[in-house]
């Protein structure tokens, strides 16, 4: 009776082959639960995934924390930019899509507010695609606020726009990593699909 023959009560051992040898992958002998480990091995976020996480997040908070210090100087008070853009517009006239912005500024409150709110619940490129829309505009008005001209009855106070203005350099940084990652991955990916197409 030849080695391959089968009996009752006769183990045969399985006859491992490496992908590319004649027969393909026969023999190969799976390990149970290997697949679902590697499922969410892949699923779970990296460091570098968490970093950049972190650093929206972050960025974030400090450009909703300083809309809150003072953006206007006026005699001995101060503002923050909720109470100073309505006087930025008037008195300083901030100009193209930055005097557009502060009429609508209380938004980039809630904007930071949801972004933060998808970014803890794992919604990850919505929250990216919303901070980075966020920084933009707020960045953009804070850098804007900090080369506006003084005047005799009003000036900037810069700790705020400074504040808010690093915040949203900071998002765009980290989104930006996020997604040179992502896209570098994909090629990753296209390129490691198309070696094994052209292997069979």
């Known amino acids: 009776m030849g080695p391959a023959s089968r009996g009752p009560g006769v183990d045969v051992p399985s006859r491992s082959w490496s ?3 004649e027969g393909g992958t026969a023999g190969v002998t799976r390990v149970p639960g290997a697949r679902g480990a590697a499922s969410k091995s892949s699923t779970r976020p990296s460091w570098p995934d968490l970093a950049t996480s972190a650093g929206v997040l972050v960025g974030l908070l400090a450009v909703a924390g300083g809309t809150f210090l003072p953006w206007l ?67 953009g008005v804070a850098f804007t606020t900090l080369l506006l001209p003084s005047r005799s009855y009003a000036t900037v106070a810069r700790s705020g726009p400074a504040v808010t203005g690093t915040g949203a350099c900071l998002v765009l940084v980290s989104v930006a990593i996020s997604l040179a990652r992502a896209l570098r991955d994909r090629r990753r990916r296209r390129a490691g699909g198309s070696t094994f197409d052209g292997g069979r």
Do not use: D, Y
């Open 73 to 139: 100087r006026t005699g001995l008070a101060t503002r923050n930019s909720f109470r100073a853009a309505g006087l930025i517009n008037r008195l300083l006239a901030p100009p193209g899509l930055a005097g557009l912005l502060l009429s609508a500024w209380p938004l980039i409150v809630l904007a930071c507010a949801v972004a933060i709110a998808l970014l803890v619940l794992h919604v990850r490129r919505t929250a990216s695609g919303l901070a980075a829309l966020t920084a933009l505009a707020a960045g």
């Open 19 to 21: 992908q590319g040898e």
